[in-house]
């Protein structure tokens, strides 16, 4: 059974840092790109970041180029999202996802290419 769990929430306050780790494990998890999304309160799930099998390729929501970043550790069976300068619109609740079919990254941001999601973890960023 495919398990994904998200670790490294908090609140922060604005300019602050943190660091999202997604552990994984049921899948082989080195042949497949991960994504992380987000949900405020009322809103839809958005894409935030996409990053490819080996790692080689890395996608980002025009709202976190630049200070974001993903990375994954194959060894470990873990993704990773390093949050810098958050603003309080990062507020929400952040998701990893497995995609659903092995060497795939085409459409990165759509949710439907993920079919494997974790419980979610909460950043708070006060201003």
């Known amino acids: 059974q495919v398990q994904l769990v998200e670790s490294g929430g908090g609140l922060v306050q604005a300019g602050g840092s943190l660091r999202l780790s997604c552990a994984a494990s049921?899948?082989?998890?080195?042949?497949?790109?991960m994504g992380w999304f987000r949900q405020a309160p009322g809103k839809e799930r958005d894409f935030v970041a996409a990053?490819?099998?080996?790692?080689?390729?890395?996608y980002y929501a025009d709202s976190v180029k630049g200070r974001f970043t993903i990375s994954r550790d194959n060894a470990q069976n873990t993704a990773y999202l390093q949050m810098n300068s958050l603003k309080p619109d990062d507020t929400a609740a952040y998701y990893c996802?497995?995609?659903?079919?092995?060497?795939?990254?085409?459409?990165?941001?759509?949710?439907?290419?993920?079919?494997?999601w974790g419980q979610g973890t909460q950043v708070t960023v006060s201003s």
């Open positions: 049921g899948r082989s998890f080195s042949t497949y790109s």
């Open positions: 990053i490819s099998w080996g790692g080689g390729s890395t």
């Open positions: 996802a497995l995609n659903r079919r092995a060497y795939r990254i085409a459409n990165y941001y759509d949710k439907d290419e993920y079919d494997y």
